[in-house]
């Protein structure tokens, strides 16, 4: 495979995080390290470059992910901060979709949260390797020990802690280095640090420290093995090569620490961004075995589209080939051909004009009018379809109206814009009321697409109480229902003959579906038609024309006639079959449930157990830790709208809680 050299001086990668740990901050750091902006922002002042929207300032939390870059140590640092919040983990999904790698970011205090766990997934499943950065040293309990012990045993990987932290909670003054065996200490008020020899008072710590990180790469990797077993020990450029390569493969994560809002660590984790993350051409060929190349043809994936009244941006990570200002694209997914404008260079809220953009990089372009997020936009003379994000279904909806009958029409205009840009909000009418239901990934994100419709398009909207999206799934299927489909009404007539078994399926799956028949007595393409038509029956359900899920459907037999059977025949045939199926099984209707961790001083933790009690909560782990409760719980997403003020109430302001999605539950009483 061929590649250009300068693909190895890139890097993409996110910034991954619960919200609260420090990623904003950490992204903040990094630009004004690199000379990228001339000032540091700070999230608690409203000066932050990547959390620019109004809400994400008023909030104090990043909602959209933003992209910027800049220069170190001779690289391209392409970067996306991401949402740290439940409600907008799509965004990271989109984001993980298009990285090479990512900085994981940890509170030093409280370790592994719900959402850092629910990030670290997501970017299992993209194969994304990461680095770990323990943030917040600074902070009263601060403990490396106890945040990697927390990696190792909720992430399920392998922890490398490449440092040791110099000083405790507010004297946490550096790090040492236990690769280079260099201390690094930054005085109060410095923008970069002193390289010093390890203090005497932790040279045996250190000593300690750099020993058991050999052996733990040695046990690993083979090359280092080889090295220890004649050396007993492991050199400097041993050691970062192996360290390098366990990180791109996954078998474990480098560990490093800090505290961004003290600007103490955030240069040694820059270096290990360029030292152990990959560049472009050290990935495998995305699917459809697109290298890395700059002079193959042109391949992008759209992972973020911003859609305002001045015109659209589509955010772009380039595959392969090289675009400029002028080419013509074309969007395998809709089927179109689309013109580039303008290419840019993306700082968060700002932009600086290029003319070429070329294989692993990240940039925004204006021109294409139709790319959603998930497009491949590609050189017309040789079309590729690139996989697109997943997008999570929505859980809960409000109904929306303009107060004012003539903003009716632009409304919809908003509301259509708005989906483009968020794929995971959906907009549907309801056939009942005629009502417009907005539909999205939980309470906060369904306020800030409000907020946004009222700030930014200028709408008075009425907006109805959230619910929550249920499912129906059978408990007790039915076997041998015999469904005959027959229709003469002049010219060939349709007839289908099927035979169904319906049960619950094992293992969380959605749907399967095989067929059981023998002799042929239902062709191969017909077989396909029932399945289809058992897919279109799932859409609406008998309890309450919610959608079934958890259904496994065994074709047993059929029959065919020589002129009037036909796949539509067939189609028809299995939806009606599955719709007579399911009202004869015994069906349960199912709720979406969260997982909530509730932070409370000790004193309130009785109120809030029962608080939760009240909401059909199920309690899971309850810990004490210095005078702070934590208690861990599975509840019904539909009792969870209001939670946050209720929580302020009983705690006097001081409780705190996360959630995450959890699956569905058989809805309790």
């Known amino acids: 495979m061929r590649t250009d050299t300068t693909t190895r001086s890139v890097r993409n990668l996110g910034i991954l995080a619960h919200v609260d740990a420090g990623k904003t901050t950490v992204t903040e750091r990094f630009l004004f390290l690199t000379g990228a902006t001339h000032k540091r922002g700070e999230v608690h002042d409203g000066t932050t470059v990547t959390d620019f929207d109004p809400q994400e300032r008023d909030r104090g939390i990043t909602i959209f992910a933003a992209a910027v870059s800049c220069d170190w140590a001779g690289h391209r640092i392409n970067l996306i901060d991401t949402p740290g919040h439940v409600d907008f983990s799509d965004e990271v999904e989109r984001s993980l979709r298009v990285l090479d790698g990512a900085v994981a970011v940890f509170d030093a205090v409280a370790g592994v949260e719900p959402q850092s766990e629910t990030v670290w997934r997501q970017a299992d499943r993209h194969g994304v390797p990461r680095l770990a950065f323990v943030n917040k040293l600074d902070r009263a309990g ?3 020990d106890g945040a990697v012990e927390s990696i190792r045993t909720r992430l399920g990987t392998v922890p490398l802690p490449v440092q040791l932290p110099i000083g405790r909670e507010d004297g946490f003054t550096g790090v040492v280095d236990l690769v280079r065996m260099r201390a690094y200490v930054w ?78 660590g955030v240069e040694p984790l820059l270096d290990a961004v360029v030292a152990y993350l990959p560049a472009p051409s050290d990935m495998p060929p995305v699917r459809g075995e697109v290298p890395a190349d700059p002079e193959a043809p042109f391949t992008a994936l759209a992972f973020k589209v911003n859609a305002t009244a001045t015109g659209r941006m589509t955010y772009l990570r380039v595959y392969a080939g090289t675009i400029g200002k002028g080419d013509t694209v ?45 497009a491949t936009l590609c050189a017309p003379d040789a079309p590729v379809v690139l996989e697109p994000p997943t997008t999570a279904d929505p859980v809960v909806s409000v109904a929306v109206e303009a107060r004012r009958s003539t903003d009716t029409g632009r409304l919809a205009t908003a509301l259509a814009r708005m989906t483009e ?33 009222r700030r930014d398009r200028g709408l008075e909207v009425t907006v109805g109480r959230p619910q929550v999206a249920y499912r129906e799934t059978v408990t007790k299927g039915v076997t041998g229902l015999l469904y005959r489909h027959v229709k003469q009404d002049g010219g060939a007539g349709q007839f289908a003959h099927v035979v169904i078994d319906v049960e619950p399926t094992e293992n969380g799956e959605e749907f399967a579906f095989r067929s059981a028949v023998t002799g042929g007595r239902v062709p191969q393409e017909y077989v396909r038609a029932v399945e289809a038509g ?23 037999d059929g029959a065919t006639h020589p002129k009037d059977s036909s796949e539509m025949a067939f189609r028809t045939a299995g939806r009606f079959a599955l719709r007579e199926a ?46 702070t409760a934590v208690v861990s719980a599975t509840v019904p997403l539909a009792e969870l709208f209001g939670y946050a003020s209720r929580l302020r109430g009983r705690t006097q302001g001081r409780g705190t809680f996360t959630t995450r999605p959890a699956g569905y539950e058989a809805l309790r009483g």
Do not use: W
């Open 330 to 374: 074309l969007d395998t997914t809709a089927g179109r051909t689309e013109r580039i404008a303008r290419i840019l260079r993306v700082q968060a809220d700002r932009a600086t004009e290029v003319d070429t953009a070329r294989a692993g990089d990240i940039v925004a372009v204006v021109g294409p009018k139709s790319a959603r997020a998930g």
């Open 142 to 144: 601060a403990e490396l």
């Open 534 to 556: 058992c897919r279109d029956a799932l859409v609406e359900g008998p309890l309450g024309g919610h959608p079934v899920t958890g259904v496994r459907v065994t074709l047993t």
């Open 187 to 264: 005085a109060d008020g410095a923008d970069t640090y002193a390289d010093l020899p390890v203090p005497d008072e932790l040279r045996d710590e250190a000593g300690h420290r750099r020993r058991r990180l050999e052996e733990t790469v040695a046990e690993l990797h083979p090359g280092a093995l080889e090295e220890f077993c004649e050396r007993n020990a492991l050199s400097e450029d041993v050691l970062t090569a192996a360290l390098r390569d366990l990180t791109l493969s996954g078998e474990a994560v480098v560990v490093l620490c800090g505290s961004a809002y003290r600007n103490r």
């Open 421 to 453: 840009e968020d794929p995971s909000l959906v907009v549907r009418s309801d056939p009942e009321t005629g009502q417009t239901v907005l539909s999205g990934l939980g309470e906060l994100h369904l306020e800030v697409a409000v907020e946004k419709l």
């Open 582 to 627: 399911l009202r004869a099984s015994v069906m349960t209707l199912l709720e979406p449930v969260a997982e909530v961790t509730v932070t409370v001083p000790a004193e309130s933790v009785g109120s809030v157990l029962g608080d939760l009690a009240a909401r059909r909560g199920r309690v899971t782990d309850s810990t004490t830790r210095s005078g």
